[in-house]
């Protein structure tokens, strides 16, 4: 099937590459399927930031292996 009008690709690969939203969610804003995006963000080696809770997750992790290794007093 034949789209009527084009993928404006830029504008998917700012979004995906803000990583606020979800593949399906990048889909149905720009009007094409998440497995189209995930393909051709695979294709064209895109990478995402990490949401705000992910980042927050990492860096968790990261002070409870300092805290670890740290020696006691």
Same mark, same amino acid.
């Given at each position: &099937?034949?789209?009527? =009008? +084009?993928?404006?690709? #830029? #504008?998917?690969?700012?979004?995906?590459?803000?990583?606020?939203?979800?593949?399906?969610?990048?889909?149905?804003?720009?009007?094409?399927?998440?497995? =189209?995006?995930?393909?051709?963000?695979?294709?064209?080696?895109? @990478?995402?930031?990490?949401?705000?809770?992910?980042? *927050?997750?990492?860096? &968790?992790? $990261?002070? $409870? *292996? *300092?805290? #670890? #290794? @740290? +020696?006691?007093?």
């Amino acid at each position: &099937m034949r789209r009527d =009008t +084009p993928i404006d690709w #830029a #504008a998917v690969e700012v979004d995906y590459r803000a990583g606020r939203l979800s593949l399906r969610e990048l889909g149905e804003k720009h009007a094409c399927s998440h497995s =189209t995006i995930a393909n051709f963000a695979t294709r064209h080696a895109w @990478s995402r930031k990490a949401d705000a809770r992910g980042a *927050v997750q990492e860096g &968790m992790e $990261l002070s $409870l *292996v *300092v805290c #670890a #290794a @740290s +020696p006691r007093a």
